[in-house]
């Protein structure tokens, strides 16, 4: 056979699988794992809509990884064979030589070296993408578990290490993902196609040009040591049990990993009556009032309409307890939207009011106007939970809920001078406080009306219990009597500040 068509054997076909097997499972979970890190992204929106929603694409993540875990506890036990048992060199552990070969590589690719460095079994290169791919899954195992099981971790561990794990594990797969891209595919696939892990061979040509120290080796017939029958029989009887062990350890460990528990939404079951929510198109947005030419004593509060579960109701009282917009999602955002935000743990999404109302996969967590069967409160309450709210925090939540899960106050426009009380009053009041001016008072203007009568002033505004306007026809029997609504209407113009339009 000629020397162009010489093929050394470098793979085994088991050795192969286990590599097909890696590369689809941490493709499908790069793929499936980055629309979670970036869920708003135009090309994460399609892989969602493709997989059929995020809980499918869920579901295919948590499968990758299984199958990446059986792949890691397969690699460590055939590992394990290969060096107790056939006596093999671990070659794939870093050495000094490789820091001598990896910087000779950069000073021959810079023009500083007359060689590119000899290496054998396997390059610098692949040591380094070897050992950091065995770092990430590290990383990306003990993240993942915390994330999979935020209760059972969070009882041994402060809460605080569950956003941290979501953001360490999003950190490790975009960095693996580019490192894969950038550093593999262009050694392995663009700078020269290696095709050794298809085809389990390399030509000779092939050999001297990545390896040839192992070339070398080969030759010389010192590549794969020899080990008698007797030997090898000994061997394998102390590794079998061991590794038989190993196995049901690590086995025992992944299904520990998979069924620890489910979410921390179906650990409480919910309520039994689960009224259907009504949940507005939009939220209420907080209006901005506009300010007052000169200051003004402090008003009273005017009566507010208050955005509820099922739309709007105009409070007779100005409504004063706890709001989503203004106390509850400031909490939510600070405590709960790292696992139930846009990516939605548990189909739970908190950080808007209408996804709140919508509830989880467990049902609606919020029932307005009964907080000791809401599962947001009753989940806080037993304690443990990763975004565990304070005391003071779950009060707030329990008021809100229970005064009936207020969106947003919006203040309703107060009375004005100029349209509404002008119109109420001149009517009944202009015949003697018109023209005339009755007891010095003309009511015809506004400014007639600031100015007062003879009696001082008759509106104060801010300040109706000192208004003459207001406590004349307050004891009633007046010439120019109003009626309840009107009085009414006059006070809420006066604490308001008596606007003039």
């Given at each position: 056979m000629s020397e162009q068509t010489t093929k050394y054997k470098r793979f085994s076909l088991a050795r192969r699988i286990e590599h097909l097997v890696m590369l689809l499972s941490f493709t499908t979970l790069g793929l499936t794992g980055l629309p979670q890190r970036y869920p708003l992204a135009g090309t994460s929106v399609f892989i969602v809509d493709l997989l059929g929603g995020i809980e499918n694409l869920r579901s295919i993540h948590h499968i990758a990884a299984i199958v990446l875990m059986f792949g890691t506890a397969y690699h460590i036990i055939v590992a394990?064979?290969?060096?107790?048992?056939?006596?093999?060199?671990?070659?794939?552990?870093?050495?000094?030589?490789?820091?001598?070969?990896g910087w000779q590589a950069l000073m021959y690719n810079i023009g500083r070296a007359k060689s590119f460095p000899q290496m054998g079994r396997y390059t610098f290169e692949e040591k380094m993408e070897y050992w950091a791919f065995a770092w990430g899954t590290i990383i990306m195992g003990l993240t993942g578990f915390l994330m999979w099981n935020p209760i059972t971790s969070t009882k041994f561990l402060?809460?605080?290490?569950?956003?941290?794990?979501?953001?360490?594990?999003?950190?490790?797969?975009?960095?693996?993902?580019?490192?894969?891209?950038?550093?593999?595919?262009y050694g392995v696939h663009i700078k020269r196609f290696n095709k050794s892990m298809w085809t389990g061979k390399m030509s000779e040509e092939e050999m001297l040009h990545e390896h040839p120290l192992e070339l070398a080796?080969?030759?010389?017939?010192?590549?794969?040591?020899?080990?008698?029958?007797?030997?090898?029989?000994?061997?394998?009887?102390?590794?079998?049990?061991?590794?038989?062990?190993?196995?049901?350890?690590?086995?025992?460990?992944?299904?520990?990993?998979?069924?620890?528990?489910e979410t921390a939404l179906t650990t409480v079951l919910p309520p039994e009556d689960q009224s259907e929510v009504f949940v507005p198109q939009t939220p209420t947005p907080r209006p901005t009032l506009a300010p007052t030419a000169t200051p003004l004593p402090s008003p009273t509060p005017v009566p507010a309409t208050a955005t509820v579960e099922g739309g709007s109701a105009e409070t007779a009282e100005p409504f004063t307890g706890p709001t989503w917009d203004h106390e509850v999602f400031p909490i939510m955002q600070a405590q709960c939207t790292t696992c139930h935000g846009p990516a939605a743990m548990g189909g739970l999404n908190l950080s808007t009011y209408a996804d709140t109302l919508n509830g989880g996969q467990s049902g609606p967590v919020v029932i307005p106007g009964d907080s000791a069967n809401s599962l947001l409160v009753t989940i806080q309450e037993a304690g443990g939970h990763p975004g565990q709210l304070t005391p003071e925090e779950l009060e707030i939540v329990q008021e809100w809920i229970d005064a009936g899960a207020v969106e947003s106050v919006e203040p309703v426009s107060a009375p004005v001078w100029e349209g509404d009380i002008a119109a109420l009053i001149q009517p009944k009041c202009s015949t003697c406080h018109g023209a005339a001016a009755m007891g010095g008072l003309n009511l015809t203007t506004y400014a007639d009306l600031l100015n007062g009568?003879?009696?001082?002033?008759?509106?104060?505004?801010?300040?109706?219990?000192?208004?003459?306007?207001?406590?004349?026809?307050?004891?009633?029997?007046?010439?120019?009597?109003?009626?309840?609504?009107?009085?009414?209407h006059v006070q809420?113009?006066?604490?308001?500040?008596a606007l003039e339009k």
């Open positions: 394990g064979y290969k060096v107790f048992v056939l006596g093999m060199r671990m070659s794939m552990l870093p050495s000094l030589q490789d820091v001598k070969d402060p809460g605080e290490w569950i956003p941290a794990a979501r953001a360490a594990h999003g950190g490790e797969a975009v960095l693996a993902v580019l490192a894969i891209i950038i550093w593999h595919f080796d080969i030759k010389a017939g010192v590549a794969e040591r020899s080990i008698p029958p007797s030997v090898l029989r000994k061997r394998q009887m102390v590794y079998y049990p061991v590794a038989g062990i190993l196995t049901v350890v690590m086995l025992a460990g992944i299904f520990g990993f998979i069924n620890a528990e009568g003879q009696s001082g002033s008759v509106v104060i505004p801010g300040d109706s219990a000192s208004s003459l306007l207001f406590t004349i026809q307050q004891v009633g029997g007046h010439p120019g009597q109003l009626t309840p609504e009107e009085i009414d809420a113009w006066i604490d308001a500040g």
